[in-house]
């Protein structure tokens, strides 16, 4: 069990101790993101820190031969100076 209170922290002045538990979780994610679970999966396709849902047929169309895809972007994040956030 880890205990997290940025609350006293000031933007950007987090020390090691307190980056390793956000740094963690965004491992762990992008660990997920990059199983070969999802790369073997006919239903989603992982990029980077994304992963998408492959579209029956085709993704919407947006002209010029690009598609829209649904997706979803994980990570961790430390936000307003003190908040442990899931992106």
Same mark, same amino acid.
């Given at each position: 069990?880890?205990?997290?209170?940025?609350?006293?922290?000031?933007?950007?002045?987090?020390?090691?101790?307190?980056?390793?538990?956000?740094?963690? &979780?965004?491992?762990?994610?992008?660990?997920?993101? $990059? $199983?070969? &679970?999802?790369? &073997?999966?006919?239903?989603?396709?992982?990029?980077?820190?994304?992963?998408?849902?492959?579209?029956?047929?085709?993704?919407?169309?947006?002209?010029?031969?690009?598609? &829209?895809?649904?997706?979803?972007?994980?990570?961790?994040?430390?936000?307003?100076?003190?908040?442990?956030?899931?992106?």
């Amino acid at each position: 069990l880890v205990h997290l209170d940025f609350r006293n922290a000031e933007a950007g002045s987090l020390d090691e101790r307190e980056k390793g538990p956000i740094q963690f &979780l965004d491992i762990l994610f992008a660990q997920g993101r $990059s $199983s070969p &679970l999802f790369e &073997l999966s006919k239903s989603f396709k992982a990029v980077r820190n994304s992963f998408y849902c492959i579209p029956h047929g085709a993704g919407a169309d947006m002209k010029y031969g690009i598609e &829209l895809w649904r997706g979803l972007f994980i990570s961790a994040r430390v936000i307003d100076g003190f908040r442990p956030a899931i992106n």
